[in-house]
């Protein structure tokens, strides 16, 4: 079970041979990002050959490090587990496929982890702030990044009220340059760039307007924009994916769901009865569905 591999690793720490206890040691105190170690590498962390990594894992009672690892997955949880050994699997049969999928997982995993590193950013906490209290929201996309403007809208109105997309068939973005109530812009937006975005920036800020810009890391008019967050978009496809600008977006709408707190809650649960009246679910109903 996952519990006694901790158990046989905390056991070794102190009745093991020197290097069994510096393997145990590492292993227990890394034991998080163990799915993406492999024999070799923990054995050059650990200084210590990769031989004696495996008869210290067999010495365990498991049959190699990879099958240690699958014993503690059930201790971990659903995480990436084995990710090391898939990729090494996906790249050894790249020659034979013509896509070169595995450098772009590998490319979108570490983009993933930008993603997440930009929410460590200072202005990461003031855009949630912003969002949770200024009167209007208004959000723009242009292009293929409207359908993640639409889908990041959509997502905010199950939080809060005063949020709207941008009209750009009005050809006026009067939401966000005509109006009297306090309000925020964030606009979704990667090359090639729109015209219509970098002018909507420029005067949305000219009016005051704090504008937030979710693009990509080669936009050289980031300027016009108060807070600027670059996703990475190239993962060795044909066409640039703004997949991650979504996932930024999740993030950022769950970071305002803890904001906003307890506000949230009568939100929520009114916009699910209204959905559950006029739409409905498959399966059984929340409310009875309206004749």
């Not at 010495?59 to 990436?80: H, T, V």
């Not at 949230?264 to 309206?290: C, I, K, M, N, S």
Request: charged share 25%; hydrophobic share 45%.
């Amino acid at each position: 079970m996952a519990h006694s591999v901790r158990s046989r690793l905390a056991q070794a720490v102190t009745q093991g041979s020197k290097a069994e206890r510096a393997l145990a040691s590492f292993m227990l105190g890394a034991i998080a990002d163990l799915p993406f170690e492999n024999a070799a590498t923990v054995a050059t962390r650990v200084g210590v050959s990769e031989a004696t990594v495996g008869r210290f894992c067999r010495g365990l009672g498991y049959q190699s490090f990879r099958a240690l690892k699958e014993r503690l997955k059930d201790d971990i949880g659903d995480g990436p587990w084995l990710i090391s050994d898939r990729l090494a699997e996906m790249r050894a049969a790249a020659g034979s496929d013509a896509t070169g999928a595995a450098p772009g997982l590998e490319l979108e995993i570490a983009g993933l982890v930008a993603v997440y590193e930009l929410r460590r950013r200072a202005e990461w906490r003031t855009v949630v702030r912003r969002l949770a209290e200024v009167d209007r929201v208004v959000i723009a996309g242009f292009q293929t990044e409207r359908g993640l403007a639409q889908y990041f809208a959509n997502q905010l109105q199950y939080l809060r009220d005063g949020v709207q997309l941008a009209d750009l068939s009005a050809g006026n973005f009067t939401e966000a340059l005509a109006s009297d109530r306090p309000r925020c812009l964030v606009i979704f937006e990667a090359r090639r760039y729109s015209r219509l975005a970098r002018l909507l920036a420029r005067e949305a800020r000219a009016m005051a307007v704090p504008v937030t810009l979710i693009t990509d890391s080669y936009c050289t008019w980031t300027a016009d924009a108060d807070e600027v967050f670059p996703v990475p978009t190239q993962f060795s496809q044909f066409w640039d994916s703004t997949a991650l600008m979504a996932s930024l977006g999740n993030l950022m709408i769950n970071d305002l769901f803890f904001e906003l707190g307890e506000r949230v809650e009568g939100r929520l649960a009114r916009v699910a009865e209204l959905y559950g009246a006029f739409t409905g679910h498959v399966g059984d109903p929340v409310v009875p569905v309206r004749k």
